[in-house]
């Protein structure tokens, strides 16, 4: 079987084997027979695949794993074209899940002739055409690949398999998908039968991705589901999980839904979708004069709003729809007419604002937008329900489960976000003008108050301005944990100020020689980072692949990673812990500001206009490193340019020292750094406190401490 030659980069060989970027990077010139690089670029070389495995094996350096972290990185590290040897395996794991567990460990522990012989029976006996793939077997799937298949199916079975293939699958960047989170799936999923009804008996997604929609459908009770997907490679991966895991009929076919819909004369109990969001080339000119466009034809910045026509064309009359949306379609001028319409009509009937973290981009806080098929008999128009669950009242506490998002956001509860989002659902349908408003958090709006010359929809500003929108004993309780947070931000301050003491040098200051951080360069005991601008990926915000980037921007605000990608950048520089990050331009006579990467920002991508200084961990300690290249001297020297100052890093200098001496100075230097986080902690946590405050006083949910005596009356300043 022909194998393509498989390549890792340095990112990939500290994954494969437990160490850090700089481990790796202190291997390469450390041991002569390390792998040689045999592509890739000089600030990113790949290595040969297998060389690299068994040269990490020898050394006892590649950790044991299991068949699932087999397969994935297998797969992962196997041929140029990501996701494509996954692709080839679904219809072999569509026949083998026809077989018993007998019959897959038989395969798995056959030597090589017979198992082929096996497998090709397996295929031509499970796979039928409405399979919806086909065998035999491909003969480019590498023996490695294969062989790691059946050590996972045999030991975890066939679904756990599928769950990696999932996950590779939907990597490829060539389909700038991300598959919906299954807990954001069965909650959408719930909103088509929220009550005691009887789950919709047929569901179609046209944008079905990998699948997960409709699978959590075929799971909830749908018999029935279809889905139409633009690539061919998730579309075969939809068809393959619902095969495997559900007994619903299902019908998936590939193309575009918006130019040419594979489904003319579908009429669904449900709809779900998770459109693809900001797609300017949606086919406006193609479909202009398409029936689909009830509400008028979406202008071609407002893809979105067709998605969301497209999904009422194919409701049977009650049937409802659940779309995942980006919040600009609430509010944008563009689409103000079109919003108006489906308001008018019937056809929206709620919008759920989800917390940041419920999905791809996890920075922004998406919609759920509740659809129904207008009833022609019924012109009255029906209240709009506005739903936006506290932020607070959704989040995990950080030390329930010790998650904590890459973002410092705390983990998002489901549960909660669940028991919050369906019993309102749930009694708004039962009685939707006598909805009862939750102050600040849900109201149902008639829609004469939403039909202003705005028409936005945002859940938050609704629930904020409607009838009964302030609840007193709700600010009061905000404000009195504002400022409990508050008290224990100071007293953690006050507690990193109770230092050591600073010891004098004496009558003259210490010295020491000191050498450019070029020359630390050519011996090696730093390696300098940069991404150039041609090399660089644009940065997008809301983009859909999740590639987290650190820009100039999260450096000088001392920030989590917040840049993000939605293409694979042609140059990477991969953000390891110990990383020492600065930035190349000065903004006027601000101090530098240097950071060293923690264990969090490990894995983000280096922004443009970032030096990234990697010290080699046996000769300078990286806080050491830090706090000498940030001093005001340091940096003065080594700026150059007038109007625009730029910082040359091979011009810092850095003490000589010896590495005990090193760490007293990184330790001082990480306690300085300690300081200035409880710092901006305590004015970050002040700010939020006293917008709290100040609302609550403006809003007449709060009162000034007074005397018993006096007394309130209105005055007249006429």
Request: with cysteine; aromatic share 4%; charged share 25%.
């Amino acid at each position: 079987m022909p194998q393509s030659a498989a390549q890792l980069t340095a990112a990939e060989i500290s994954r494969i084997a437990g160490v850090t970027r700089a481990t790796v990077s202190n291997w390469r010139r450390r041991h002569p027979d390390f792998p040689a690089p045999v592509g890739g670029t000089d600030s990113s070389p790949a290595y040969d695949a297998e060389q690299v495995r068994t040269w990490l094996s020898e050394r006892g350096q590649l950790p044991r794993r299991t068949p699932r972290e087999e397969l994935r990185d297998t797969l992962r590290t196997t041929g140029d074209e990501i996701g494509g040897p996954a692709v080839r395996l679904l219809p072999l794991l569509t026949a083998l899940a026809g077989l018993d567990d007998s019959e897959r460990a038989l395969i798995a522990g056959s030597p090589e002739p017979r198992q082929w012989e096996l497998l090709d029976r397996a295929m031509t006996e499970n796979l039928t055409e409405s399979s919806g793939v086909r065998g035999p077997l491909p003969d480019e799937v590498p023996a490695t690949v294969l062989r790691s298949l059946l050590e996972c199916v045999a030991a975890d079975g066939v679904l756990a398999a599928l769950d990696v293939l999932t996950e590779v699958i939907s990597e490829d960047p060539e389909t700038g998908t991300n598959p919906t989170p299954r807990p954001l799936a069965e909650l959408m999923v719930s909103l088509l039968a929220p009550g005691e009804e009887r789950f919709p008996k047929s569901v179609f997604d046209p944008a079905c991705g990998a699948g997960g929609l409709l699978l959590a459908a075929a799971e909830a009770g749908a018999a029935e589901v279809f889905g139409q997907e633009v690539h061919d490679s998730l579309a075969a991966l939809s068809s393959v999980r619902l095969d495997v895991a559900s007994s619903a009929e299902r019908v998936i076919r590939t193309g575009d839904s918006l130019r040419a819909d594979a489904f003319p004369r579908l009429r669904a109990a449900g709809v779900v979708g998770v459109p693809p969001y900001g797609v300017r080339d949606w086919g406006h000119e193609d479909v202009a004069y398409d029936p689909r466009w009830v509400y008028g034809l979406p202008p071609k910045s407002e893809s979105e709003l067709a998605w969301v026509q497209h999904c009422l064309a194919h409701l049977e009359p009650g049937g409802r729809a659940v779309l995942l949306l980006p919040p600009g379609v609430a509010e944008r001028a563009s689409g103000r007419r079109i919003r108006s319409q489906l308001v008018r009509s019937g056809a929206l009937r709620a919008v759920i604002g989800l917390p940041p973290g419920a999905a791809v981009p996890s920075h922004l806080g998406l919609h759920l937008w509740l659809l129904a098929a207008p009833d022609p008999e019924h012109r009255e128009v029906a209240p709009v329900l506005f739903l936006q669950p506290p932020a607070e009242e959704t989040a995990l506490p950080p030390d329930s489960s010790g998650e904590q998002r890459a973002s410092g956001r705390a983990a998002l509860s489901w549960e909660a976000l669940r028991e919050r989002v369906l019993p309102a659902w749930r009694d708004f349908l039962a009685d939707p003008e006598g909805f009862e408003a939750v102050p600040g958090v849900a109201c149902a709006r008639p829609a004469v108050d939403v039909l202003d010359e705005n028409v936005d929809l945002t859940p938050r500003r609704q629930v904020h301005t409607g009838a009964g929108a302030v609840d007193p004993e709700r600010r009061h309780d905000q404000v009195l944990r504002s400022w409990q947070r508050l008290q224990r931000a100071g007293s953690e301050l006050l507690d990193s100020l109770d230092g050591p003491e600073w010891r004098s040098a004496g009558s003259e200051p210490a010295e020491w020689r000191s050498a450019t951080v070029a020359d630390l360069l050519r011996g090696g005991a730093l390696e300098l980072h940069r991404i150039s601008t041609s090399g660089a990926a644009e940065e997008t915000a809301g983009a859909e692949v999740a590639w987290r980037v650190l820009t100039s921007a999260d450096v000088w605000e001392h920030a989590v990673p917040s840049g993000s990608t939605g293409q694979p950048p042609s140059e990477t520089v991969e953000i390891a812990e110990g990383d020492v990050i600065l930035p190349d331009t000065l903004k006027g006579l601000r101090q530098v500001p240097v950071r060293v990467a923690t264990a969090e920002e490990a894995g983000a991508l280096l922004g443009r206009q970032l030096y990234l200084l990697r010290p080699d961990p046996e000769r300078l300690d990286a806080w050491f490193l830090a706090g000498f290249l940030g001093s005001e001297e340091n940096t003065n020297s080594a700026t150059t340019g007038s109007s625009i100052l730029r910082l040359d890093a091979k011009r810092l200098r850095v003490p000589l020292v010896a590495p005990e001496r090193q760490r007293g100075y990184g330790d001082a230097f990480r306690r300085l750094h300690a300081m200035r986080e409880s710092a901006r902690a305590v004015d970050r946590i002040a700010a939020e406190a006293l917008r709290e405050t100040t609302a609550g006083l403006t809003e007449g949910a709060l009162l000034p401490p007074t005397d018993d005596s006096e007394t309130e009356s209105d005055v007249d300043y006429r």
